[in-house]
């Protein structure tokens, strides 16, 4: 009988009941559109819920703009958060597959709570007119639903997008190649769940009722749990490798300890277990890297590195430990360039809004779009560019660069921070074009000026372009790069960024209204635009994101991508 160790895969997955993860059977494109199932409706479910929440505390709990305004912030800041819990449960103690598993469950009983709470009698504010009067036990139970919804994506944001990269084999050639188009077609997949969402359900919610409009998400929701179930069979499970902040926080402790040990010129001397397996669960060998040279003293053999029969370690790490330590701090400049251009993507449901609102909103002589709703552009970029980018762009670039992804996860970062850039002079441009008809015709007090709405296509667009260069790159770059038993938290970090955009815009926004006051002045932003000069935000933001530019290329230049043993990356 001759056994093959081509029946399994080689990175150490195994299957749901925890047996070596049969290559036929498990993984690939199969398990993936579970998952890629799974992430549409969730998506959906979550886009439909929180697209248009602004309206509903104001118009339902009866809350003025400020009050409704800070708590779909503050709720929204939490789901960006929340993924560090989820991420440190996922890699120290329970795994990708059960941590989505569990906060899914969370998550619909909380837009099942959700749906309650705007239908039942009991728990939906009574309403006289146009005014509702909420008690204080429906507001407790909405906010509820609200943060149980927050802790359930919590679970699955950092966990979804790993999960299904673990379906494809690393050290197999072919199955490396499908999981570069993965991250395309999974980004394709959140951006069709967005699309329903913002266009449909919030037509119902506005139009039919808040019962239906919360109701279908949580169906929507349902079925994504049903699809990620369905699926189980087929999936491959990374083990989870006990608590990456531990080990993170030994290198670091063992480090400072010898801080007067020399490290040897020979690299092989520092201390690696035997085995060819590291003594990380769930994580390749790592390979020695010369930067960082410091933490290297944690990985030199000393007298004192033994408690009687055993070593400590909180005095000696291996090579892979202290590689795992190493990555991350990589990680952290390439993680900061991006929140300028999250800062960026924020300004559609800010700046372009507001741009919008002064502008004729008018399709034929009846209807009215709202200027909102032309984000639906930047959804519908992104569905173009995605499978434009995997089908087209890359096997093209991969003639050029003889690359196996056509660009690297740098290089495709870079151009969409580029593309950013001209998004930011588009809208400029478009605005200085506005306010020339604004003095012009004397417009000042026009609430919209007589220049279509739909200029302002491009700039949505160019984000969308944007988003599946830098977005979608940025989550396979801290997929591949992060260590195999940190990748959940290493995609909560990135998601990071997308708050801390938030914050900045807020924090830029702030600070040039309270410089350009001064003195009596409007300043660049004020209630009427047509008397502001919004253009000049634009350039401000397109002459950061350029210092962004230029600053992320000396850090691409530097970055030293991670080496595992016995696999040429």
Not at 266 to 291: M, P
Not at 545 to 564: D, R
Request: aromatic fraction near 14%; glycine fraction near 6%; include cysteine.
């Amino acid at each position: 009988m001759v056994v093959t160790d081509d029946i399994y895969t080689k990175d150490g997955t195994v299957d749901v009941n925890k047996k070596p993860a049969n290559k036929k059977k498990t993984g690939n494109w199969k398990a993936c559109s579970f998952i890629l199932g799974n992430e549409c409706c969730e998506r959906l479910a979550y886009y439909g819920m929180g697209t248009n929440l602004v309206n509903y505390l104001q118009e339902q709990l009866n809350q003025g703009n400020v009050a409704a305004s800070n708590n779909v912030t503050n709720w929204s800041g939490t789901c960006y958060i929340t993924p560090l819990i989820g991420a440190f449960v996922a890699d120290a103690y329970l795994g990708r597959y059960w941590t989505i598993a569990i906060f899914s469950i969370i998550y619909f009983f909380g837009m099942t709570l959700l749906t309650l709470s705007s239908s039942i009698p009991a728990l939906k504010p009574s309403c006289s007119g146009d005014v509702c009067h909420p008690t204080q036990e429906q507001i407790a139970v909405f906010f509820v639903a609200l943060y149980m919804i927050a802790l359930g994506t919590g679970g699955i944001k950092p966990c979804v997008s790993s999960f299904g990269a673990d379906q494809f084999d690393e050290t197999d050639e072919v199955e490396r190649k499908r999981k570069s188009s993965f991250f395309n077609w999974f980004y394709f997949s959140i951006n069709i769940g967005a699309l329903v969402a913002s266009s449909v359900l919030v037509w119902i919610q506005m139009n039919v009722g808040w019962d239906w409009g919360f109701g279908i998400p949580a169906v929507a929701m349902a079925i994504a749990v049903v699809f990620f179930f369905a699926g189980s069979r087929t999936y491959r499970l990374q083990k989870p490798g006990g608590s990456p902040l531990t080990r993170i926080a030994q290198v670091i402790v063992a480090s400072f300890k010898k801080l007067n040990v020399k490290v040897p010129a020979d690299k092989s001397l520092l201390y690696e277990v035997a085995d060819n397996e590291s003594n990380i669960q769930g994580s390749r060998k790592l390979e020695h890297t010369d930067k960082l040279k410091f933490f290297d003293k944690a990985a030199v053999e000393t007298e004192n590195d033994h408690d009687k029969e055993s070593l400590n370690p909180w005095r000696l790490c291996t090579v892979t430990q202290v590689e795992e330590l190493k990555s991350v701090i990589r990680l952290l400049p390439v993680w900061a360039s991006g929140i300028i251009f999250a800062t960026v993507y924020g300004q559609m449901n800010t700046m372009f809004v507001l741009q919008g609102n002064t502008m004729d909103q008018h399709m034929g002589p009846h209807f009215k779009i709202p200027s909102a709703s032309l984000s639906l552009f930047d959804t519908l970029s992104v569905i173009f560019w995605a499978p434009v980018y995997d089908k087209i762009i890359v096997p093209c670039a991969r003639k050029f660069t003889g690359k196996e992804r056509g660009f690297t996860t740098l290089q495709r970062m870079g151009i969409g921070l580029v593309i950013s850039i001209f998004a930011m002079i588009t809208a400029g441009v478009l605005e200085v074009v506005r306010l020339q008809i604004v003095r012009k015709n004397n417009y000042y007090d026009l609430k919209s000026i007589p220049i279509s709405i739909f200029w302002q296509v491009p700039e949505y667009f160019l984000v969308g372009c944007a988003e599946v260069f830098t977005f979608v790159g940025q989550i396979e770059f801290f997929y591949d790069q992060a260590p195999d038993a940190m990748r959940s938290l290493s995609s909560a970090l990135s998601l990071t960024t997308v708050a801390l955009g938030n914050y900045l815009s807020t924090l830029l926004v702030t600070a040039v209204t309270k410089i350009t006051t001064q003195n009596g002045k409007l300043g660049w932003i004020p209630d009427n635009l047509n008397k502001g000069h919004l253009d000049y935000f634009f350039w401000l933001l397109a002459i950061l994101s350029l210092l962004n530019f230029i600053v992320y290329l000396w850090i691409a230049k530097w970055y030293t991508y991670k080496k595992v043993a016995g696999h040429p990356e």
